[in-house]
């Protein structure tokens, strides 16, 4: 079935450094999103893309639907320590209801 | 606040009890997903529903798992024998309704933590 690799896996970084993550795909998506997820709670959304080539920024996040459609990534500028979480892609083709998600990448923000 | 509701939060059980979590999906939404969440597997989709009707439960162990939506408030995840290896968080989310239909956003709840005994 479908699959995305979302990479890197964990990071640890200093407050104040920037992030980027992404996720690739095999087959095409046509939408992409991003959620967060904080410890005991529900994965939250982020950012939804629709088209792709779309460039879509909420606050100091930025994420790109990429023109291939296989590919995401999701950009995090000036850590802080409220940014610690594990953050998810997910993707849903046109038509369907099937939401596949990435295995999530971890950050760490050191303050 | 509109928000997607679970229960129980938290839940341990001997092996081979039922377990039963129940979900009550943002109003207006009609699509409603069940996620099983692990270290090792991550978030998997074991069942979704779109207006009440199943659309795909392929995720779902069929033997022991059974999930229903009773009515468009309430959505139901059963394990029938529970067993160590269901030990996980259980998420309920619900999906929003644009203009154009399915948005594919979805919206969860805080999950039902389950442990198996």
């Known amino acids: 079935g479908q699959q995305l690799n979302q990479s890197p896996q964990s990071m640890f970084i200093q407050e104040g450094e920037d992030v980027s993550m992404n996720c690739t795909s095999s087959?095409?998506?046509?939408?992409w999103l991003w959620y967060k997820q904080d410890p005991g709670e529900g994965p939250v959304l982020l950012i939804a893309l629709y088209k792709a080539g779309e460039l879509t920024s909420n606050g100091r996040l930025t994420a790109q639907f990429g023109i291939t459609r296989k590919d995401s990534f999701l950009n995090i500028s000036a850590s802080i320590p409220s940014d610690v979480g594990i953050y998810f892609c997910?993707?849903?083709?046109?038509?369907?209801?099937?939401?596949?998600f990435g295995a999530g990448t971890r950050l760490f923000v050191k303050a | 606040d509109a928000r997607v509701t679970q229960t129980p939060r938290h839940k341990v059980t001997e092996m081979g009890q039922e377990v039963t979590m129940r979900c009550q999906p943002i109003l207006g939404h009609n699509t409603v997903f069940w996620y099983r969440q692990t270290m090792m597997q991550g978030l998997e989709l074991l069942a979704y529903f779109r207006n009440r009707a199943p659309l795909d439960d392929s995720g779902m162990p069929k033997d022991r798992f059974s999930a229903e939506m009773p009515d468009a408030t309430l959505a139901t995840l059963k394990i029938q024998p529970s067993e160590p290896r269901d030990s996980a968080v259980y998420f309920c989310?619900?999906?929003?309704?644009?203009?154009?239909?399915?948005?594919?956003?979805?919206?969860f709840g805080e999950g039902s933590r389950l442990t198996v005994l």
């Open positions: 989310a619900s999906g929003s309704q644009g203009l154009a239909g399915y948005t594919g956003e979805l919206f």
């Open positions: 997910a993707g849903l083709n046109t038509g369907g209801f099937k939401t596949i």
């Open positions: 087959s095409i998506f046509n939408t």
